[in-house]
Each structure stands twice: as C-alpha cells, then as structure tokens.
C-alpha cells in the first residue's frame, strides 16, 4: 500500500539523483542506471510512479534493495544527528 510522506528534502534529492542519472546516459564516465535506480527508490515515499517502479527493481535486484534500506537508514541517522550538532551551535 502507497502512504505518501512528504518531504521537500527527499524530494529534491530524489529528482537531483534523477537528472545525475539521465547526464550519466549521455556520458560515458557516469553509470547511469545506478543513479535513476536511487533516484526512484528516494522518490518511491513521494509519488505514487515511483513506489511502482520499486517493486520490478526488487524482484529484479533483492539483495541490492535491502541493502540500499539499510544504507538509507544509517543514511538518514547520519543526517539528523549532524541537524542536531548545527542546531546545538547556533
């Protein structure tokens, strides 16, 4: 089941991943299909094509997948601890 979680953060990481991976296609020192595959798996809280573009990616790649939650996690943890360490200094 889709639930939306809106976040302009993700959201614009998500579609900045998505322009990385269509300039990674044209040239030939990117891999592309890594980061359109990021970008949708960022993007899959925030819209409704995204979330049903994952499941082909995680039948197609499972291990990958689990691992690219964890990442995210720790990803994510990482991110509100350093929020936490500006807020403390300002």
Do not use: C
């Not at 959201?11 to 980061?35: D, E, K, S």
């Not at 094509?49 to 690219?68: N, S």
């Amino acid at each position: 089941m889709f639930v939306r979680r809106r976040s302009l953060k993700r959201r614009i990481a998500g579609i900045g991943l998505l322009h990385v991976g269509v300039a990674g296609i044209i040239l030939p020192f990117l891999h592309g299909a890594i980061f359109l595959m990021l970008g949708v798996y960022v993007l899959r809280d925030q819209y409704n094509w995204a979330y049903r573009a994952v499941g082909p990616l995680e039948r197609r790649f499972p291990r990958m997948m689990g691992r690219m939650g964890s990442m995210e996690e720790k990803t994510m943890a990482w991110v509100d601890r350093q929020g936490a360490r500006f807020r403390r200094r300002t």
